[in-house]
């Protein structure tokens, strides 16, 4: 386990020195064109797959199983930009059912762990994306370090 944590830790940390070597090794000028194309990150969520794949500066960084909506629960496609981040969220739609380490994407709609880890990789949720808990910490420290103006949630059938 040691050792997927420090090549995760690893992984961001490259992305953050490419992004930083970007920003500081240019001029003024090129440096803002540096700032706005380096430390992207784009979350990649596939409804047909049940899959998250997670990108950095265009390189692929984390491959992770979630749940998407149940029957009778869509969730929503398209493109979207976070809009509010919880380390700890209870949802008052349902119950108060705890939605840790929430990224909000489009209204109620949010990125978060569930402790249903055994229905990952099938739908199975209200119409939110759930990851397993380690994920789900690993995806809000990755936008708490790049920033959510940075990131993209891209939600394709």
């Not at 992004?19 to 000028?29: E, P």
């Not at 380390?87 to 739609?93: F, H, I, P, T, V």
Request: glycine letters at 8%; charged letters at 15%.
């Amino acid at each position: 386990m040691y050792t997927a944590i420090s090549a995760k830790l690893i992984n961001i940390a490259a992305a953050v020195t490419a992004g930083t070597v970007l920003l500081f090794g240019a001029d003024n000028g090129v440096a803002d064109a540096a700032n706005r194309a380096a430390n992207q990150i784009v979350a990649r969520i596939s409804l047909s797959q049940q899959t998250m794949e997670v990108l950095v500066d265009g390189r692929p960084t984390f491959a992770w199983k979630v749940s998407t909506g149940g029957r009778g629960h869509l969730t929503p496609t398209g493109s979207f930009k976070p809009t509010r981040m919880h380390q700890m969220w209870y949802s008052r739609k349902y119950d108060n059912a705890p939605m840790p380490h929430s990224v909000f994407f489009k209204g109620g709609y949010a990125v978060h762990a569930t402790n249903f880890v055994r229905r990952l990789g099938q739908p199975a949720s209200h119409g939110c994306v759930r990851l397993h808990p380690d994920n789900a910490a690993d995806f809000y420290q990755l936008l708490e370090m790049f920033g959510p103006t940075n990131t993209r949630i891209v939600i394709v059938k």
